[in-house]
């Protein structure tokens, strides 16, 4: 049994988190003008842009950013003896249980029957009501027979993996990454974003030869290690480095450690805080079908520390089924003429509704002197890079303003902004989380140069309208200090509501 499903110290609950999305133009319930459909969701206009860079910093960081990693773009609608190899026909379910109490029905793993409570009310499941539930959605394909909408993308990446290696020479050790859609008919979608029926998925399959060790460094981070050994012990989880973590066996791979660590990182070079990661071992009845070994990278979110990311030890699984059921060799040649039939050696696979979470939970700050939310976003993340505003409407300010806007528009997803008080437009672009407001003054058209004003820190520099673009370059990829972007000012705004 899980157990320190402890609170997060709640700066917000999550209902005020979706409430909070809504408003803003995050997120909206699907089709909400009909009542929507439980578990699916709209991304508004400021939600898309955040989700879409968020996609991107994931592709930059493990695709482009290495020289062992490739991408695909499978079908969501495959042939449906994929699923069969795979084993999600036979074993891709949940247990539907109802509760004694709420008579809600809601999903339990298997190992959990007769062990869980209904996480509502807190209601004990009518055992007599447990039944499988097959997770998977099936569709109609023309006149062929049905099909299923695929529950992970992983398993295009296994079918493809010949075809894949050889086109793009890959040679191990080597990764093929895919972001995409996945689909789960859930029996109780909850928590906003964080179970959904329609999601997107940032997987990477990580192929090794099995007599092959990890040839990159595992760094200093340290994280919160909760083993499956300390779950059934009922302790806590301990405070360790990642590679300490391996070298005492309490990781089984360096493989695996390595690629927690660089999971953690992603994070929170984005800027989400490092305490609230920890990293928990699948217990023995918790392993799905495929799984050797499963470590969860988790976070304590506002309703408890849940999975952010499943990494799974996938072993020759799949591709061993895969030649099974396609009679399809999918073993490799090395440069040294052994063939090898390369072993999953760990599977990030992370959902983007839960990243997108995560990035928000971090972000959120009800500003008391402000009195407004600041959303402090990391620029990469951020919807909006820069707003400008003229400071008046005048003619001239105005005329600047928008040269200004529709130059930076070129490159990055910007505003223009003329309506309110220049205070009113400051807070609206705190809570969207836009890092760099620009302003057109009396001065701009003599000087030629704008005051930039920065969300987190409501400081402003002097900046000449020339250098914008590239003064932004800097600020926006985290190359340059706000302080030595300009010449710092006085505030000429009062902050709060004006
Ligand atoms: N290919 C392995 C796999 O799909 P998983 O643990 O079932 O493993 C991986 O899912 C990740 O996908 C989860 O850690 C989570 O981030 C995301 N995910 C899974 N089900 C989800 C759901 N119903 N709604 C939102 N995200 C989900």
Redesign the pocket.
Known sequence: MKKEEKKAAPVLTIDELATFCKRKGFVYPSGEIYGGLA?FWDFGPNGVEMKNNLKREWWMFHVYGRDDMTGIDGAIITNPKVWEASGHVASFSDILVICKKCKKPNKIDKHELGKARCPDCGGEFDSSSAREFKSMFRTDVGTEGFAYLR????QLIFVDFKAVQNDARMKLPFGIAQVGK?F?N?IA?RDF?????E?E?M?IEYFIDPKENCPYEIGESEILVYSADLQERSKEPVKMKFKDAFKKGIIKTDWHAYWLEQEFLWFTNLGAKAENFRIRQHMKDEK?HYALDTW?LEYNFPFGWK????M?NRADFDLKQHEKFSKTSMSITKDNGEKVLPNVVC?P???V???FLVFMCAAYDYDKKRENVVLHLHPKLAPVKAAIFPIVKDDKMIKLSEEIYKDLRREWNVLYDDSGSVGRRYSRNDEIGTPYCITVDTDSDKGKDVTIRERDTTKQIRVKVADLKNVLRGLLSGETKFEKAGKLVETRVKEGKA
């Open positions: 578990g529950p992970e993308t992983a996945a789960r859930e979608p974003l964080f179970r959904c029926r999601f998925q997987e799905s969860d999975e952010l990311q499943g799974a599977e696979s992370q959902g509704e839960r990243a």
